[in-house]
């Protein structure tokens, strides 16, 4: 077992004009048995930084230790990675005994009846030893996920490394499966890299959530870290369900003007000091409806259980409230809104980058 170290790992596809910059000098630090979510949107490196830690692609430049280990250089079979991936990669003509082996019996020089034994454990384990004789086509997705992921574990590796693994199955299995796995992940204590596209899942698993776009690394940290004090827009703007609403201000020392009625006067300028504007960032969960606030027009309110989200119309610009479920505001009522300053994200125009994040503790 061991933690896993990416030094300005780097990856480029193709030459010259067409080169694509997969990955871009990602530093990251994995500690041992932490279950790391990687998340962001299709086609920002994910995979390709998977594939880099399992040596399944070659980087471009950087390193990749695992503990004190350099494997740069090593080939993946050479390496003691388990991957599993989002179409399960099952051995169709070979029932689920074999599928959960096959590894074992490439990689070990154990008898056919201790490998059955480790099978065996392993399918208890994960609740389908009543399936050893099935073959993966006439199991269920998640009986087929549960599979793939017991050919994993049975190899014992020193890293688990995840990719999209739950999203073909549906909603409810996939909010089963998160809980077990992380269960599973923690019991066995190994290194885990989960790779999603899925903000709600790497906030719901992740002990610590790794965020990137466009190849580069944007932040490292807790679910509660990436959410309260994300380092630029496109972290705010991505982690957070639903999104955070943001807009242009015109900076006039410490009073904002925005949209429609939106003025605010900060308690403190010094974040804003020398702009004429700011990106300014408020999430639908810090709104309130009050009696004398900033005014804006209700459109659509959608009722969702104990949840209530109000999309309204603040000078031309949508903004969505969650807002108390007994407040019922109709069609084109004006309404009037505050938020607490602590809720106030500040966001460089030109750069993205957060003047000013939500203290820790506050709201
Ligand atoms: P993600 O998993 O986050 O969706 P990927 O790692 O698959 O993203 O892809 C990152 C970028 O690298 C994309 O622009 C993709 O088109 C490109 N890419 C991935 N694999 C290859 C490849 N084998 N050849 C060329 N480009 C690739
Ligand atoms: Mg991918």
Redesign the pocket.
């Known amino acids: 077992m061991s933690g896993i170290t990416l030094d300005t790992v780097r990856?480029e596809?193709?030459d010259g004009e067409g080169t694509?910059v997969?990955?871009e000098d990602v530093d990251l630090e994995i500690e041992d048995g932490e279950f790391l979510v990687l998340v962001?949107?299709?086609?920002?490196?994910?995979?390709?930084?998977?594939?880099c830690i399992a040596g399944l692609?070659d980087v471009t430049s950087g390193t990749i230790t695992f503990g004190d280990r350099d494997v740069t250089d090593r080939r993946a079979r050479d390496r003691d990675v388990a991957m599993v991936f989002q179409n399960y990669a099952l051995y169709p003509h070979m029932n689920v005994r074999k599928n959960i082996g096959f590894g074992l019996k490439l990689s070990t020089q154990q008898t056919a009846a201790e490998i059955d034994r480790q099978v065996e454990d392993v399918a208890e384990m994960l609740g389908i030893e009543d399936l050893l004789d099935q073959k993966p086509k006439e199991l269920s997705g998640g009986q087929q996920q549960r599979v793939a992921l017991g050919r994993a574990i049975v190899r014992d590796p020193e890293v688990f490394l995840m990719?999209e693994p739950l999203s073909n199955l549906d909603a409810k299995l996939r909010s089963q499966m998160r809980t077990e796995l992380q269960t599973l992940q923690h019991d066995l204590d190994v290194t885990t890299v989960y790779?999603t596209?899925d903000q709600t899942e790497a906030m719901a698993m992740g002990d610590r959530i790794a965020v990137?776009n466009e190849?580069t690394l944007q932040q490292v940290g807790s679910a509660e870290e990436v959410y309260r004090t994300p380092v630029n827009e496109f972290v705010a703007d991505f982690i957070g369900s639903p999104s955070i609403n943001v807009f242009d201000a015109t900076v006039d020392g410490a009073r904002l003007d925005g949209p429609g009625a939106f003025t605010y006067h900060l308690s403190d300028a010094s974040p804003v000091e020398g702009l004429d504007t700011v990106r300014v960032g408020i999430r639908p969960e810090d709104i309130t409806l009050v009696d004398d606030g900033i005014e804006m027009t209700a459109n659509v309110l959608e009722p969702m259980g104990n949840e209530n989200f109000l999309y309204a119309t603040l000078g031309g610009r949508e903004v969505t409230a969650r807002i108390d479920p007994t407040k019922r505001p109709g069609t084109d009522e004006t309404v009037s809104f505050s938020f607490p300053e602590s809720a106030l994200y500040l966001f460089d125009p030109d750069t993205g980058e957060s003047l000013k994040t939500k203290r820790e503790g506050d709201v």
């Open positions: 990856k596809f193709g694509v997969a990955v962001g949107p299709s086609g920002c490196g994910k995979t390709t930084t998977l594939r692609e990719d790779v596209h990137m190849g």
